[in-house]
């Protein structure tokens, strides 16, 4: 399988993510909305946006083992935040940042798209990302 990210001459820069990515295989991988918590359903860690980040990207991870895939096979990002606003990008990036290692994600990420919500399903979740995958 081949994922190729990229961002064409004349599209926005700086951006923390590719603008475009082809890929080819056969086997779409697409992982649930993932959040701040553990299987038992506990929030995780401290650190508010900034945390829960970190864990969603964890646990989409994880969605991502069980079919065979792993972020490099990822072809486009969703992320929902509760009450967005501009001044909350430094939290969600250092979430990303945080395990960016650890979870062998892209830099910069594959086409991604945040999205500011009222709400989520709980009053306490701030984010929750959605990936999609392409494997062979």
């Excluded at 399988?1 to 082809?22: E, I, N, R, T």
């Excluded at 798209?113 to 709980?122: A, Q, R």
Aim: net charge negative; proline share 8%.
């Amino acid at each position: 399988m081949s994922v190729q990210l990229f961002s064409p001459q004349g599209m926005m820069q700086p951006v923390p993510y590719h603008h475009v990515a082809v890929a080819s295989g056969s086997r779409h991988v697409h992982v649930a909305g993932q959040i701040g918590r553990d299987e038992a359903g506990r929030p995780v860690g401290p650190g508010g946006l900034r945390g829960q980040v970190a864990q969603a990207l964890r646990n989409t991870a994880r969605g991502l083992a069980g079919a065979g895939a792993s972020f490099s096979d990822v072809v486009r990002l969703t992320f929902y935040v509760t009450n967005w606003a501009p001044e909350r990008i430094g939290d969600f990036m250092a979430g990303v940042d945080d395990v960016a290692g650890e979870l062998g994600l892209p830099q910069p990420l594959p086409p991604a798209s945040l999205i500011g919500v009222d709400h989520l399903f709980e009053p306490d979740v701030e984010v929750e990302v959605e990936a999609t995958a392409i494997l062979d």
